[in-house]
């Protein structure tokens, strides 16, 4: 999925590997929460991702956005209607990947409208304990060994 703006550069380009999935690097614990609760936060967590990482590389001009408080820091999001229906309907299809567990890994891409090149490339990992999906008692975890 792909969104020019008026910098002369494709943002974001989003693709999808389907199975299991939300999580990322190594933690030294593991916490269960539902995945309805969890799919709201991780699709919050991409909305700011990819809004910050628009705003500090330049993608659109700084005037597109707007100061808000979220997390205890100031986060910069879009004002731009056109991206902001954009990113909408991407982070609903998201939600409903996480949901559903058919999200692996999220890429953004960062890309040269005009020769194609790719200047960044942004991945997040995902996994989904399979008893988020079907309902069942999570697994007491072990702290993680560093």
């Known amino acids: 999925v792909k969104h020019p703006n008026d910098r002369g550069v494709m943002a974001p380009d989003i693709e999808r590997s389907g199975g299991a999935g939300v999580g990322g690097g190594a933690t030294a614990t593991q916490n269960n929460i539902t995945l309805k609760g969890s799919t709201k936060i991780v699709t919050e967590f991409f909305s700011y991702a990819v809004n910050?990482?628009?705003?500090?590389?330049?993608?659109?001009?700084?005037e597109n956005f707007e100061r808000k408080k979220k997390y205890g820091l100031s986060m910069m999001v879009t004002?731009?209607?056109?991206?902001v229906q954009y990113l909408s309907t991407v982070l609903t299809q998201i939600s409903e990947w996480l949901t559903a567990g058919k999200l692996e890994k999220l890429v953004l891409v960062i890309a040269s409208v005009h020769t194609n090149e790719v200047l960044e490339r942004w991945a997040f990992d995902i996994e989904t304990e399979p008893e988020a999906l079907d309902g069942s008692k999570p697994k007491v975890e072990k702290p993680e060994k560093k």
């Open 52 to 62: 910050s990482i628009l705003y500090q590389r330049g993608i659109y001009a700084p």
């Open 79 to 83: 004002t731009d209607e056109g991206l």
